[in-house]
């Protein structure tokens, strides 16, 4: 079949020569991938920044598809449906996941302690091949696939794998209130989906930062925020405190993660030299930027084991830090009537389509922010045109 390879940091193939996943276990499904995107975690291992991405990895943890076969314990999935596949590997029936923090799930991940399960996400995350394919194999099928409503787009239904779940769960975390102001760093695709929902939770202004003015006029489109170039500030925190009355923002999200840009030290301790998991860049100013008492929401990806934080400062503002990987099968109900009855079109943050055959130069693209790139989605040649 004909998948990405990855072959080292900046270097993927379209491999036309990749076997076709087995069932492997009673409660795998093969599934027959119709759309996946690439997501800017993608890019964290593209780049070399997350640990144990091993040579000959398939990326992708964004991808639908139509069931091919089932394994023999499998009760709520048959041949031939048409699967949404969240980006989470989950056992359902673990501790974590009977508390619906199917992100941790305890069962999913043999290679490390402190991340659930992912598809296509290094050995960190399981080691599990992703959907930038043509076929993948899903574990544990009876739990999180679930399949596309009557009438969904297809786009709409393949960003809810993870980013609009994702930027839902950093809004919700935020413990937003009527009439908060919320700064949300980073306008990529999660960035705007949570900038976007922090009015569904009712704040009363939100405020978008980055450094690319393209997506920075988007997030002013999408997100109806107010939007800034941290570029053309002196000092980003000074700009927001003094935008807020010196009081400093009700909330702060952090949608950016361990490739932020901004700050020399942060840059070559984090990214260069790789002394620390990731710059921590956007941490610091959300940390630095949020009142007394508020609250800082981590939705961006930080790889192990440990980045330099502002523990005086968080402890001294007397801050709640909340963090996780979304818990995509918990949103899945409330997000999909999110769409349906016309609430949200995440489509519209969807601005290239490419041909699986092409994922070399969409990766190029999207790592460059060329052509005022957003969200790409790749079309493998063997999705059905009917489901188009």
Not at 44 to 58: A, K
Not at 98 to 127: I, K, M, P, R
Request: hydrophobic share 40%; aromatic share 10%; charged share 20%.
């Amino acid at each position: 079949m004909l998948a990405m390879n990855f072959r080292g940091p900046f270097q993927i193939r379209a491999d036309r020569n990749r076997p076709v996943p087995e069932i492997k276990h009673p409660s795998d499904a093969i599934v027959r991938v119709t759309r996946s995107l690439i997501c800017g975690s993608d890019l964290h291992l593209y780049h070399g920044m997350v640990p144990d991405t091993r040579v000959g990895m398939t990326f992708g943890h964004e991808f639908t598809g139509v069931v091919e076969a089932v394994g023999s314990d499998v009760q709520k999935l048959k041949v031939g449906d048409h699967v949404l596949v969240p980006f989470n590997i989950a056992c359902g029936s673990c501790p974590h996941c009977q508390q619906e923090l199917y992100g941790n799930c305890h069962e999913a991940n043999s290679e490390a302690t402190a991340v659930g399960g992912f598809f296509g996400y290094a050995h960190t995350g399981g080691g599990y091949d992703g959907g930038q394919a043509e076929y993948v194999r899903v574990p544990y099928a009876d739990v999180s696939p679930t399949i596309l409503p009557e009438g969904m787009d297809l786009e709409n239904a393949v960003l809810l794998t993870d980013v609009v779940p994702t930027g839902y769960q950093a809004a919700e975390q935020a413990g937003i209130q009527k009439g908060d102001t919320v700064v949300v760093f980073g306008a990529g695709p999660i960035g705007l989906m949570a900038a976007r929902f922090a009015w569904f939770f009712g704040a009363g202004r939100v405020i978008v930062i980055d450094e690319l003015d393209y997506r920075l006029e988007f997030a002013r489109k999408f997100s109806f925020a107010e939007a800034y170039n941290f570029r053309e500030m002196k000092d980003p925190v000074v700009f927001l405190k003094k935008a807020t009355d010196w009081f400093g923002a009700d909330v702060c999200i952090d949608a950016v993660g361990c490739e932020a840009s901004g700050h020399a030290w942060q840059t070559i301790s984090g990214k260069s030299l790789l002394m620390q998991a990731g710059t921590a860049t956007a941490f610091h100013w959300a940390v630095n930027s949020v009142k007394k008492g508020g609250i800082v929401s981590i939705i961006g990806v930080y790889g192990p084991p440990w980045n330099l934080a502002p523990l005086g400062s968080i402890m001294n503002k007397g801050l709640t830090i909340r963090a996780n990987q979304a818990s995509v099968k918990r949103l899945l109900p409330k997000l999909i009537d999110h769409i349906m009855s016309g609430r949200i079109n995440p489509k519209e943050i969807i601005t290239h389509r490419f041909p699986l055959e092409e994922i070399p130069d969409a990766y190029r693209m999207f790592s460059k922010k060329l052509d005022n790139i957003i969200k790409p989605l790749l079309i493998p040649s063997r999705a059905n045109a009917s489901f188009a």
